[in-house]
T-cell receptor, first 115, second 110 residues
Framework: GAVVSQHPSRVICKSGTSVKIECRSL??????MFWYRQFPKQSLMLMAT?????????EQGVEKDKFLINHASLTLSTLTVTSAHPEDSSFYIC???????????FGSGTRLTVV | TQLLEQSPQFLSIQEGENLTVYCNSS?????LQWYRQEPGEGPVLLVT?????EVKKLKRLTFQFGDARKDSSLHITAAQPGDTGLYLC??????????FGKGITLSVRP
């Protein structure tokens, strides 16, 4: 089946630094990538949608200059949290969609802790 | 905006009990998906229902899609501690974005 590999699974960074999270589709071409944020015991909140080779579309309230998304190839998308602050600490999850009708494949998530 | 409401929000039951949880909307969805998520992991797809009235079974889990494609239910028979987790329903909206419900936190006590 379709697999999305997300790295790192956990990262701790100092306030003010930047962190990059990668999502790779291992056995299919991800025409669309979705990035979510999830707080403890809550559902997934969509941050942005990216199509390969295009600029990402951000949801209302999400700062595009803070959460930089790159989707340069059909198998790789990255989310960079710039100038991270403690309030950015959260669980970030990517999801990739290929060319099948209903297929959304999720990564295993990245636990970001900003200290 | 298509909203999905899940109920109950929290459920704690004893091993061996049966349970039914719900996912409701005022909007029609072309399909609905159910996911289970464990702490520190991404959601894992359980099932996709597409046809109104459809019933799908996955071992002890039975999923039903409403006739009008606005709601879905998940029934678990003889729940086990391994069923513990966050159950999310989701449906595709504009631009293929998935709309998620707020989730149902299920705890099955041994």
């Amino acid at each position: 089946g379709a697999v999305v590999s997300q790295h790192p699974s956990r990262v701790i960074c100092k306030s003010g630094t930047s962190v990059k999270i990668e999502c790779r589709s291992l056995d299919f071409q991800a025409t669309t990538m979705f990035w979510y944020r999830q707080f403890p015991k809550q559902s997934l909140m969509l941050m942005a949608t990216s199509n390969e080779g295009s600029k990402a579309t951000y949801e209302q309230g999400v700062e595009k200059d803070k959460f930089l998304i790159n989707h340069a190839s059909l198998t790789l998308s990255t989310l960079t949290v710039t100038s991270a602050h403690p309030e950015d600490s959260s669980f970030y999850i990517c999801s990739a969609r290929g060319t099948t009708n209903y297929g959304y494949t999720f990564g295993s998530g990245t636990r970001l802790t900003v200290v | 905006t298509q909203l999905l409401e899940q109920s109950p929000q929290f459920l704690s039951i004893q091993e061996g009990e049966n349970l039914t949880v719900y996912c409701n909307s005022s909007s029609v969805f072309s399909s609905l998906q159910w996911y289970r998520q464990e702490p520190g992991e991404g959601p894992v797809l359980l099932v996709t229902v597409v046809t109104g009235g459809e019933v799908k079974k996955l071992k002890r889990l039975t999923f039903q899609f409403g006739d009008a494609r606005k709601d879905s239910s998940l029934h678990i028979t003889a729940a086990q501690p391994g069923d513990t987790g966050l159950y999310l329903c989701a449906g595709p909206g504009a631009n293929s974005k998935l709309t998620f419900g707020k989730g149902i936190t299920l705890s099955v006590r041994p």
